[in-house]
T-cell receptor, first 115, second 113 residues
C-alpha cells in the first residue's frame, strides 16, 4: 500500500458504542493529523502528532481520544458519541522539519454516522 | 470566525475556458497558501502552493496569484478539462514551527463538456 490509508471507510455506530478509526501512512512522514469535515463547513483540525508526541488538541471533546503508537500509525478512539459527531474524518501526514514548506497528504477518510 | 473564506460554493465553466477560483483570508500572519483538490470518496490532494514572498506561482495549467494587500488569492486553471471537476479547497498556514493548516469551505468546480 502506498500513501495514507484509513480504515474503515464507512462506520455506523450507536451513541453507546466504542469504536476506533485507524490511519496508516507509508510515506516516511513524522507528523500526523486528524481532521473533521462536516457538511458545509471547512476542514477542522482536531489533533496533531509530531514525532509521536501530541502537539495540538484543538478543543476536541474527550469522547474523541487519539493514539499515536509510532510515526506511521494513528488511531482515533470513539466512545459515547453524539449524532452531531457524524462527519467525514480525515487523516493526514506530512514531513516536518523541512523548512516549514510542506504539504499534507490525506487519506480517503472514514464516513462516520452516529445513530 | 472563519479566517479563510471561499465565498463561491460552486462554479461551472465550459471545457477549454479558464476557471478562476477565489479565496480570501483575514489573518495577516498567514504566509503560506495551498490549494487542494478533492474528488468524491477520496481525500484532498495537494495541487499548488505559494509563499507570501511571491505573488504568482505556476505549474502547468495551474497558476496561483496572491494579492497580500487585499488578502486574496486565486487559482487559475487554463484550459479547463473535464477531469478538473472536483471540490477545491484553499488553505493557509504561518511559520514559526506551526504545522496547522486553516482551510476554507471549498468551491465545487464543474467543467461542462
Amino acid at each position: 500500500e502506498t500513501g495514507v490509508t484509513q480504515t474503515p471507510r464507512h462506520l455506523v455506530m450507536g451513541m453507546t458504542n466504542k469504536k476506533s478509526l485507524k490511519c496508516e501512512q507509508h510515506l516516511g512522514h513524522n507528523a500526523m493529523y486528524w481532521y473533521k469535515q462536516s457538511a458545509k463547513k471547512p476542514l477542522e483540525l482536531m489533533f496533531v502528532y509530531n514525532f509521536k508526541e501530541q502537539t495540538e488538541n484543538n478543543s476536541v471533546p474527550s469522547r474523541f481520544s487519539p493514539e499515536c503508537p509510532n510515526s506511521s500509525h494513528l488511531f482515533l478512539h470513539l466512545h459515547t458519541l453524539q449524532p452531531e459527531d457524524s462527519a467525514l474524518y480525515l487523516c493526514a501526514s506530512s514531513l516536518e522539519g523541512s523548512g516549514g514548506r510542506y504539504e499534507q497528504y490525506f487519506g480517503p477518510g472514514t464516513r462516520l454516522t452516529v445513530t | 470566525d472563519q479566517q479563510v473564506k471561499q465565498n463561491s460554493p460552486s462554479l461551472s465553466v465550459q471545457e477549454g475556458r479558464i476557471s478562476i477560483l477565489n479565496c480570501d483570508y483575514t489573518n495577516s500572519m498567514f504566509d503560506y497558501f495551498l490549494w487542494y483538490k478533492k474528488y468524491p470518496a477520496e481525500g484532498p490532494t495537494f495541487l499548488i502552493s505559494i509563499s507570501s514572498i511571491k505573488d504568482k506561482n505556476e505549474d502547468g495549467r495551474f497558476t496561483v496569484f496572491l494579492n497580500k494587500s487585499a488578502k486574496h488569492l486565486s487559482l487559475h486553471i487554463v484550459p479547463s478539462q473535464p477531469g478538473d471537476s472536483a471540490v477545491y479547497f484553499c488553505a493557509a498556514s504561518y511559520s514559526f514551527g506551526n504545522e496547522k493548516l486553516t482551510f476554507g469551505t471549498g468551491t465545487r468546480l464543474t467543467i461542462i463538456p
